[in-house]
């Protein structure tokens, strides 16, 4: 079985885009399912189920939703393993862009839109940085030129990558990056694999359900931020 | 990277089936400057044949087409970078969000196809070449510090034709619905032609489709026909132009508060 691991920013169109790829698969003769992860709330789980695609959903809730993610997986996978499927995709929104899901020797999708703004490529950190595939939504509401400005600045921050406009309306584009995934390596047990990309640091007294502001409260791994002299009333940094 | 408008010089569409299964007797060359519209009702399989043509499909798709670069089947390499940026294309319901001036967003279009190295009075050369060729498409001048998201319909339009034409890599450019409003479609379709680019265009209007070189006909999912002009086709547009002509004249004197009169149409007379 091939794990596909698929990340992007809240309705930047993954779902949209993984049913139309997963009918392109169907019609290739290949079985997919999917996991999909997110923090509070997700109804995607339901559009899956209407076009009969195996599905769990997992709400990080309360916890970050990497570190929920990563402690999940492995059982995730093998459900798709013990179902006979041929592609298992992890779906995951809602992460910080600090972070990424993605797995060694694991293919690595990253979905962002382009009505992101040019820069926001440059803000994605890892999630974008670290993908072995980009796939561009929502191409059919913008001009062509600023399609080719957003890859552009796709292309800036991750070179290596295939970078691949997709309309998951239509379902423009799920040729190719359907052959992408079927062409991808089988992944195997995922016991002892490693992260590309490590969880961040996250030990402190709000970790712990801390609420209150203040110094008196802060404890564990906290960073300040760097204030001029002049401003700080009381001058005291940590 | 390789500029495609320079590498590929025709492109060939090959016929599969339609969706009930019919084979599609087609054997289309196009080469740049070729102008073909795309007529058919809405779903006769326009999406298809649009994926058909990015995927440069090799028989391997459920259409069973074959799409030809120069002649040749790409190699498997080329086949993938190239068939991302096979099309350009230009719809009714795409707008520009970026938040730049006219001048800022040419700039940055014209960065990423040098990859960044863009000389300061090349890019000066660039605007005002897209943005002058844009201004004769449009009643409304565009000014470069205008912002983008400022454009009216019309405008917007322009910008996006003339930059297409320009800057643009792809060497096949789509447009879907071209409407009337603000824009001197034919004129459009001339800047796009003269800069060598394979136009697409899908239209229900008479006139854009005579306009057409040649007219591909969409039925069921699959390619009913490829028609090409004749004599009385060619004789209709010019009685379709003069029939427009005089319709827009009589639009023109509306919007200039004068009476109408029952002998305005059909005389032809352009407004002075």
Known sequence: MKLITVAGPPSSGKTSMLLRVIEWLKEQGLKAGVVKFDCVASRDDERYRAKDVPVLLGLAGNLCPDHYFVTNIEACANWGQSLGLDLFI?????????????????????????????????????????????VITKGDIVSQAEREVFQYQVRKVNARAEVLQMNGLTGQGRERLGALLAQAPDTGDLEGRKLRFSMPAAVCSYCLGETKIGKDYQMGNVRSIAIPESEVSGGETA | MTELNDVITSVTLLGGRSKSGEPEEVNLRLVPGDLVAVVGPTGSGKSRL???????AQRDTPSGRQILINDDTPDPELRFSWGRRLIAQLSQNMNFVMDATVAEFITMHAECRGDGNLDEAYAEKLIHEVIAQANRLTGEPIMPDSPLTALSG????????????????????????????????????????????????????????????????????????????????????????????ALMAIREKLRRGERLSGSSLGSGSCPA
């Open chain 1, 90 to 134: 992890s779906e995951s929104a809602g992460l910080c862009n600090r972070c990424s899901p993605f797995i060694r020797q694991a293919l690595g999708v990253c979905v962002i839109d382009n009505l992101a703004g040019a820069n926001t490529p440059t803000k994605m950190g890892p999630l974008l940085k670290q993908a072995d595939i980009v």
């Open chain 2, 50 to 56: 649009l994926a058909d043509i990015e995927y440069i």
């Open chain 2, 154 to 245: 019309g405008q917007s339009r322009a910008l996006m034709i003339a930059d297409t034409a320009i800057l643009s890599d792809s060497p096949i450019v789509l447009i879907d619905e071209i409407e009337n409003a603000g824009i001197d479609r034919r004129q459009a379709l001339d800047v796009l032609v003269q800069n060598q680019k394979i136009v697409l265009m899908a239209t229900h209007d008479p006139i854009l489709a005579l306009l057409a070189h040649s007219r591909i006909v969409l039925k069921g999912g699959g390619i009913a026909g490829v028609l090409q002009g004749d004599a009385e086709e060619a004789a209709l547009l010019q009685e379709l132009q003069r029939t427009d002509a």
